[in-house]
């Protein structure tokens, strides 16, 4: 568990929640799944007596729960958002051929209150760490000379970590792409024979459910942007000011979500049209032979017709007693065979192109 304290100047980290906080603070309780299964009622109470309520039981289950998909929930006293990143695991070295296999889709929970952020992230989650050491970064001297600020309020805070898992996808969209071009070049090269039909398919039902994922986490964030607008007006200029800045990053989460969502329709649109392009292909291909065969077919029964004649048991059949009645044959069969293949090439029967 890893615990911070924030104000607008400085961050302080600790691994015990404080039992209270100063008046310009706000109190960051960031916790893996089991963690928070173990240690729920110290912090049920820690919530308890830093915002003066505790979680409802149904919302400790969606916290727990690993499957859960994204959306929004909320009280009077809190809010509740689960968000479902997109991120490669890390169980160990695997091929990239593997990599929509290694899509990582665990939810990460928020408990939003006013002076309190209680994060829920799975226990192998990368987010809280990078996140963490980005907000330590951002308290020092340097990076506030930079123009760098602080998150302002817990909302902000948690804005901020959700468009950190956002933006995790984009680090995947390279090899993602890579991947599925390559199984595209395979499909429409005619000189290959693709035969990696199951990996293809675990892959467009990889991307249907990120799509899935993502429509999710559209539909969470922009439930959350329709309560933001609920709450009630700011009393100072200073707090409007941070209320904008709150619709600012929402909108900006939001975008960065329906690029997402654009991005995986597009590499499924994609791998669709290769598939369909590689049956068209194929059966263009098939169509050729095919059609190569029946011009063939075509030209050689005449040929056996006249074989066939010249083979009968009949005595009296002209040419058949001639010297030179063989070469009259032959001579026939292949004036037939030339004028037939001259008649289908003019034709285009014959060829690689067709008019």
Not at 321 to 333: C, K, P, R, S
Request: hydrophobic share 45%.
């Amino acid at each position: 568990m890893r615990v911070f304290t924030i104000n607008a100047t400085q961050v302080a980290e600790s691994h015990l929640v404080p039992e209270q906080v100063a008046a310009q603070a706000f109190v960051w309780i960031s916790c893996a799944r089991s963690e928070f299964s173990q240690e729920l009622a110290a912090l049920q109470h820690s919530l308890q007596q830093l915002s003066g309520v505790s979680l409802v039981d149904l919302h400790v289950s969606d916290l727990l729960n690993a499957h859960l998909p994204s959306h929004y929930d909320y009280t009077s006293q809190y809010d509740l958002l689960v968000f479902r990143r997109l991120a490669a695991s890390h169980a160990g070295p695997q091929p990239s051929a593997h990599v929509l296999k290694r899509l990582d889709t665990s939810p990460v929970g928020f408990a939003l209150f006013d002076r309190v952020l209680l994060s829920v992230h799975p226990d192998d989650c990368l987010v809280r760490d990078a996140f963490a050491t980005k907000l330590l970064a951002m308290a020092s001297s340097e990076a506030r000379n930079n123009g760098v600020k602080l998150p302002h309020n817990p909302a902000d805070l948690m804005l901020r970590v959700v468009n950190t898992i956002v933006d995790g996808y984009l680090d995947l969209r390279r090899e993602l792409t890579r991947q599925l071009d390559h199984w595209q070049a395979q499909l429409l090269n005619p000189r290959s024979r693709f035969s990696n039909w199951q990996a293809l398919l675990e892959a467009r039902q990889s991307l249907h459910q990120l799509d899935e994922v993502g429509e999710d986490q559209r539909a969470a964030i922009q439930d959350w942007i329709e309560t933001l607008k609920s709450w009630p007006d700011p009393a100072n200029p200073l707090e409007l000011r941070e209320r904008d800045l709150l619709h600012v990053r929402s909108r900006d989460v939001l975008e960065h979500i329906e690029r997402v969502v654009h991005h995986v329709r597009r590499l499924e649109q994609s791998v669709e049209t290769a598939v369909q392009m590689h049956y068209n292909a194929q059966s263009n291909r098939t169509n050729d032979i095919m059609r190569t065969l029946t011009v063939l077919t075509a030209i050689f029964m005449p040929l056996n017709l006249i074989a066939a004649i010249f083979g009968m048991n009949f005595d009296v059949i002209p040419l058949v007693h001639n010297a030179t009645g063989f070469w009259w044959a032959v001579g026939a069969m292949l004036l037939t065979a030339l004028c037939l293949g001259l008649l289908f090439w003019r034709k285009r029967y014959l060829g690689n192109k067709r008019i």
